[in-house]
Nanobody, 114 residues
């Protein structure tokens, strides 16, 4: 059973930075595809950053401020978040597909104070 765990969330002031990390329990030879999502109360979970075969894509709301990256040696998927805004406050989730199955972490709370 593959386990995925996010970390790095917390409280930060507007304009600040946080780095989220998603650790996969089993060493993935090639973290080919992964994604970071976020969810706020009453809203659907949305994809904000994805990576596939080295190519990245971002939601317009985070483009230019967030950067997704993978580290195959560590089996991690990181999300560097800069210039944070109050509207970035959400629970952030990592999704890693392994063998055709999507594995999700439990989420990490990010709160940006204005």
């Amino acid at each position: 059973q593959v386990q995925v765990a996010e970390s790095g969330g917390g409280l930060v002031q507007s304009g600040g930075s946080l780095r989220l990390s998603c650790e996969v329990s089993e060493r993935i030879v090639n973290l080919y595809t992964a994604g970071w999502y976020r969810q706020t109360p009453g809203k659907q979970r949305e994809l904000i950053a994805g990576i596939s075969g080295g190519r990245t894509n971002y939601a317009d709301s985070v483009k230019g401020r967030f950067t997704i990256s993978t580290d195959d040696a560590k089996s991690t998927v990181d999300l560097q978040m800069n210039s944070l805004k109050a509207e970035d406050t959400a629970v952030y989730y990592c999704k890693v597909p392994v063998g055709g199955v999507d594995y999700w972490g439990q989420g990490t709370q990010v709160t940006v104070s204005s």
